[in-house]
């Protein structure tokens, strides 16, 4: 199987990035619902106070359901600049911050009105820092994940997108699940990360993390995270 269906992500964690380079076919969600506290407007980065999460707000809905592409960044408490302050103060002393800090910087003076379109240039752009070949095909038709009858879990199952077996990864790669277990296909290689004399090896953090403290290495990472 070389296909794979991911949901939007902001900023996503190493694991995320691992199946856009083993996927030749990366069919990417734009017909769900919007999900809270989800890697889709949130991530981890490695600070020296260990985790830092950095989250996106959004325009209200008043409870109700919205399209992903529906949903509107709002400008509360000066997010943009937060996010960039927390990230070059994080990385500033990496060793490739520097080589890619005019890629990113645009990132956070501009204003994207939409949530998925901020996410998914900053995709882009990141995986052509990296290498990873330019394999993305926005969905047409939303399709149900597969479900546990008995709990109504969503699983790893495959699904079928125009007759063909897809590996969906929407649901399952998520902050509050443990990729350890949820996620046969992918393993923590450990690289060189600031901070860990104090906080040890944090894995699988935002692709940042990665790219700022390894820069073209970070390919052969991901290379080896995949199973």
């Given at each position: 199987?070389?296909?794979?269906?991911?949901?939007?992500?902001?900023?996503?964690?190493?694991?995320?990035?691992?199946?856009?380079?083993?996927?030749?076919?990366?069919?990417?969600?734009?017909?769900?619902?919007?999900?809270?506290?989800?890697?889709?407007?949130?991530?981890?980065?490695?600070?020296?106070?260990?985790r830092?999460?950095?989250?996106?707000?959004?325009?209200?809905?008043?409870?109700?359901?919205?399209?992903?592409?529906?949903?509107?960044?709002?400008?509360?408490?000066?997010?943009?600049h937060?996010?960039?302050?927390?990230?070059?103060?994080?990385?500033?002393?990496?060793?490739?911050?520097?080589f890619?800090?005019?890629?990113?910087?645009?990132?956070?003076?501009?204003?994207?009105?939409?949530?998925?379109?901020?996410?998914?240039?900053?995709?882009?752009?990141?995986?052509?820092?990296?290498?990873?070949?330019?394999?993305?095909?926005?969905t047409?038709?939303?399709?149900?994940?597969?479900?546990?009858?008995e709990?109504?879990?969503?699983?790893?199952?495959?699904?079928?997108?125009?007759?063909?077996?897809?590996?969906?990864?929407?649901?399952?790669?998520?902050?509050?699940?443990?990729h350890?277990?949820?996620d046969?296909?992918?393993?923590?290689?450990?690289?060189?990360?600031?901070?860990?004399?104090?906080?040890?090896?944090?894995?699988?953090?935002?692709?940042?993390?990665?790219?700022?403290?390894?820069?073209?290495?970070?390919?052969?990472?991901?290379k080896?995270?995949?199973?």
């Amino acid at each position: 199987m070389d296909s794979i269906i991911l949901s939007t992500a902001y900023l996503a964690p190493i694991e995320y990035y691992s199946k856009l380079y083993k996927y030749k076919q990366v069919f990417l969600e734009t017909k769900e619902n919007y999900i809270k506290q989800t890697y889709r407007n949130r991530c981890f980065i490695g600070s020296a106070n260990d985790r830092q999460s950095l989250s996106i707000p959004i325009e209200s809905s008043g409870g109700m359901k919205r399209n992903i592409r529906d949903i509107r960044v709002s400008d509360h408490a000066n997010w943009r600049h937060q996010h960039w302050y927390a990230i070059r103060s994080t990385y500033n002393s990496s060793p490739f911050f520097e080589f890619y800090e005019d890629d990113f910087a645009p990132f956070f003076n501009k204003k994207y009105e939409f949530l998925f379109d901020f996410n998914y240039e900053l995709m882009v752009m990141i995986s052509d820092l990296i290498g990873i070949k330019d394999n993305i095909i926005l969905t047409e038709d939303y399709i149900e994940p597969s479900r546990d009858m008995e709990t109504g879990l969503l699983l790893n199952n495959d699904i079928l997108i125009d007759d063909k077996k897809v590996a969906d990864y929407r649901y399952s790669i998520h902050p509050k699940r443990d990729h350890k277990l949820s996620d046969k296909e992918f393993i923590d290689i450990e690289y060189y990360q600031l901070f860990s004399q104090k906080w040890g090896f944090r894995p699988n953090l935002s692709i940042v993390d990665l790219l700022f403290n390894m820069g073209p290495e970070s390919l052969l990472i991901l290379k080896d995270s995949s199973i």
